[in-house]
């Protein structure tokens, strides 16, 4: 009953979204209610290939002796390549031991997912729930900015609830990524406890990969149930599309406009309309383009029929709103091409 319970009020959070089926294959959900499904989901990471998480009680679970580096388990059979130029979230739940558990001392637990830019490097963006037993005290332990060595901890506090529900959302249509995590005691509703937003770093390959982890440290007994995660959801999102800054200006004494609106980020591609303006003449194109190592925009748009002699080429940062200096042109039917 806890589990469906659990599993239900999850999928209400993510507003409907987990109970959808996949739309890519690197879209799903685990509960960990089979750990033979489950099997079929994960991969485990490591150089011995041997794996001290597994399935147990509904969660992923952990047991560790003797200091064991973490064991990760990476998002597919085949690790997952999940476009970095497509919007997407990937949450789970985690739970933390209330109290130190019995047998030989763990100091420290911790649980949460990581996300890499493949292929798989050393540094990963992470968010993780961190318990320490000899403070006394629980902390969210981040790293957002790809830095090596140990995380960035914040809202470190004495405070306790019974499950943690942490999400990570890549907005590349923005070029922003977002971190949050929410706590839930008994049925009262979840409580936002921090976030952060702050500029992709992911656009520097084209896919990145998923992994979670569950860890105590430096023992952690077999068959433990208080610490573990569940409800893991990785989903497509939609976001609305955006309209760029306007570029008004002269280019040697001839005035022009060149206004981007509608920008959708469809099947990792750039899509919309441009108005563009030379002097007097004018329209309106469709512009199509895609998003470069850098997270600029790449655009162009050619103007047929009535058009014919329109057309533009710009490359824009979303993330100063502006367009990058002398990398685009407009030009106009019977007029030299404007570089801006």
Same mark, same amino acid.
């Given at each position: 009953?806890?589990? *469906?319970?659990? *599993?239900?009020?999850?999928? *209400?959070?993510?507003g409907?979204?987990?109970?959808?089926p996949?739309?890519?294959?690197?879209? %799903?959900t685990d509960?960990?209610s089979?750990?033979?499904?489950?099997?079929? =989901?994960?991969?485990?990471?490591?150089?011995s290939?041997?794996? /001290?998480q $597994?399935? $147990?009680?509904?969660?992923?679970?952990?047991?560790?002796?003797n200091?064991?580096?973490?064991?990760?388990?990476?998002? +597919?059979?085949?690790?997952?390549?999940? @476009?970095?130029?497509?919007?997407?979230t990937?949450?789970?739940e985690?739970?933390l031991?209330?109290?130190?558990?019995?047998?030989?001392?763990?100091? !420290?637990?911790?649980?949460?997912?990581?996300?890499?830019?493949l292929?798989?490097?050393?540094?990963?963006?992470?968010?993780?729930? !961190?318990?320490? /037993?000899?403070?006394?005290?629980f902390?969210?332990?981040?790293?957002? &900015?790809?830095?090596? %060595?140990? &995380?960035?901890?914040t809202?470190? &506090?004495?405070s306790f609830?019974?499950? #943690?529900?942490? /999400? #990570?959302t890549?907005?590349?249509?923005?070029?922003?990524?977002?971190?949050?995590?929410?706590?839930?005691s +008994?049925?009262?509703? @979840?409580?936002?406890?921090?976030?952060?937003?702050?500029? *992709?770093?992911l656009?520097?390959?084209?896919?990145?990969?998923?992994?979670?982890v569950?860890?105590g440290?430096? #023992?952690? @007994?077999?068959?433990?149930?208080?610490?573990?995660? &569940?409800n893991?959801?990785?989903?497509?999102?939609?976001p609305?599309p955006?309209? =760029?800054?306007?570029?008004?200006?002269?280019?040697?004494?001839?005035?022009?406009?060149?206004?981007?609106t +509608?920008?959708?980020?469809?099947?990792?591609k750039?899509? +919309?309309?441009?108005? =563009?303006?030379?002097?007097?003449?004018?329209?309106?194109?469709?512009i199509?383009?895609?998003?470069?190592?850098?997270?600029? /925009?790449?655009l162009?748009a050619?103007g047929?029929?009535?058009n014919?002699?329109?057309?533009?080429?710009?490359?824009y940062?979303?993330?100063?709103?502006s #367009?990058?200096?002398?990398?685009?042109?407009?030009?106009?039917?019977?007029?030299?091409?404007?570089?801006?």
């Amino acid at each position: 009953m806890k589990k *469906t319970i659990q *599993t239900i009020f999850f999928a *209400t959070v993510l507003g409907g979204l987990a109970q959808l089926p996949a739309a890519e294959v690197w879209e %799903g959900t685990d509960d960990f209610s089979s750990a033979p499904l489950s099997d079929t =989901l994960w991969k485990p990471m490591g150089k011995s290939k041997r794996s /001290f998480q $597994y399935v $147990y009680d509904g969660q992923m679970r952990c047991t560790f002796v003797n200091e064991q580096s973490d064991q990760w388990w990476a998002w +597919g059979k085949n690790i997952h390549k999940i @476009p970095t130029a497509a919007n997407w979230t990937v949450s789970a739940e985690v739970q933390l031991p209330q109290s130190r558990p019995s047998g030989p001392a763990p100091d !420290r637990c911790k649980a949460g997912f990581g996300i890499v830019a493949l292929p798989v490097g050393k540094q990963a963006i992470t968010l993780k729930m !961190r318990r320490y /037993f000899d403070e006394g005290t629980f902390a969210i332990s981040v790293d957002a &900015d790809y830095s090596p %060595g140990k &995380d960035d901890e914040t809202l470190t &506090d004495t405070s306790f609830c019974d499950r #943690y529900l942490i /999400f #990570y959302t890549h907005d590349a249509l923005r070029q922003t990524d977002s971190m949050e995590v929410r706590g839930q005691s +008994g049925a009262t509703p @979840p409580v936002p406890l921090w976030s952060q937003s702050f500029r *992709t770093q992911l656009s520097r390959s084209t896919t990145a990969g998923l992994g979670a982890v569950v860890s105590g440290k430096p #023992y952690w @007994p077999a068959n433990n149930n208080t610490l573990g995660m &569940d409800n893991w959801s990785v989903v497509e999102n939609n976001p609305d599309p955006i309209n =760029l800054n306007p570029q008004n200006s002269t280019y040697k004494g001839a005035a022009y406009s060149v206004a981007v609106t +509608g920008l959708d980020l469809i099947n990792q591609k750039l899509i +919309g309309t441009v108005a =563009l303006m030379v002097g007097s003449a004018s329209a309106t194109l469709p512009i199509t383009g895609s998003i470069d190592k850098n997270g600029y /925009f790449a655009l162009t748009a050619k103007g047929t029929g009535a058009n014919k002699g329109f057309g533009c080429v710009l490359l824009y940062d979303v993330g100063t709103g502006s #367009y990058r200096p002398m990398k685009n042109s407009v030009t106009a039917p019977k007029q030299k091409a404007i570089k801006f």
